[in-house]
């Protein structure tokens, strides 16, 4: 998937910038993700900017030498897009990248090791642990399993340690659930994430930093009928968003600063989401952060881009001057 639009390569002074942006992958998620490059080269090319969609195959270091793009842009969606591992090859080509450095990455691709980092900077997380799939061979599923119903108690949720869209994602209300629970999310990953299911209201706030410091976009508010799984992300009509979220100002304040410490916390840079629930004492609880955030018509950044600035292509275009510098 090459999508070629303008001749020649290169940014000069007086001259359009020229961004390649990267998509696709071998991810679980590569649909997701060619949808979402394809939306970011449009908007960027409304405003006047060279742009080249790149898959991650053999040819994307050629293309990327062809091109010499004076920012990159990388919305491959899990696995290389969001462990640092294509933030470590654009450093040693020494190309000038939208998104966070490979360090932040590392932290925050893998779920456990973000919420280990959060809580112990004090940030509400729902009580979980970490299992690998090696240690049910070693030990035995049931023994494990009861051991995990007894301490953290149900409902659950069993996730994949990294990834996203929301594949492998169980909500457990039944003992019996939690086998098949963990089959799926092995399925996905060779970590699982056991945590206690919150309740509450789900949001997901978005966060920019164009230099001048990290600010939280409006709140998007989601609303499904059942869990908001990988059908009711991307098919339009089965979420309901409401940007800015049905919140007070104290609700506002409190999800909006918890994006943003979470930003901080692990050194992001330019753009994140974080998910969240807000339960009904008020309290904010982590759940998860992504450092490559879904551009797709139905992604929760763009809404919250929109409701902010009004001009997505405008946001995007600041975005990719600050990689620029």
């Known amino acids: 998937m090459t999508e070629a639009t303008t001749e020649g390569a290169g940014h000069h002074a007086d001259g359009p910038l020229t961004v390649a942006i990267l998509a696709g992958g071998l991810s679980h998620e590569r649909d997701v993700s060619i949808r979402s490059g394809r939306r970011v080269a449009a908007a960027l090319r409304d405003k006047g900017v060279r742009v080249q969609v790149l898959d991650v195959d053999a040819n994307l270091l050629p293309a990327l030498s062809e091109l010499r793009p004076d920012v990159v842009w990388p919305l491959v969606h899990g696995s290389t897009g969001e462990d640092g591992s294509l933030q470590d090859l654009l450093g040693l080509l020494d190309l000038p990248y939208v998104g966070t450095l490979a360090a932040g990455c590392r932290l925050a691709s893998r779920k456990p090791v973000a919420k280990s980092v959060l809580r112990a900077a004090g940030l509400p997380t729902p ?184 001009s997505i292509e405008d946001l995007y275009l600041a975005i990719v001057r600050a990689a620029a510098r």
């Open 127 to 310: 009580d979980y642990v970490a299992l690998p799939q090696s240690l049910f061979r070693e030990v035995g599923a049931q023994s494990v399993l009861a051991a995990v119903e007894a301490r953290l108690e149900l409902p659950l949720v069993v996730k994949p340690g990294s990834g996203g869209s929301a594949l492998g994602v169980t909500v457990v209300t039944h003992r019996e659930e939690l086998p098949e629970a963990m089959v799926s999310c092995f399925a996905y990953d060779d970590e699982a994430l056991v945590e206690r299911a919150v309740t509450g209201t789900e949001v997901a706030v978005s966060v920019v930093d164009l230099g001048d410091g990290p600010r939280a976009l409006p709140a998007v508010e989601i609303v499904t009928d059942g869990p908001y799984d990988y059908d009711a992300r991307y098919n339009a009509g089965r979420s309901e968003y409401f940007v800015p979220a049905r919140l007070d100002e104290e609700q506002t304040r409190t999800v909006g600063d918890l994006a943003v410490a979470v930003h901080r916390t692990l050194g992001l840079r330019h753009l994140s989401r974080t998910d969240m629930i807000l339960d009904d004492d008020g309290t904010a609880w982590f759940l998860d952060v992504n450092v490559a955030p879904g551009m797709t018509e139905t992604s929760l950044f763009p809404q919250a881009a929109q409701a902010d600035v009004g």
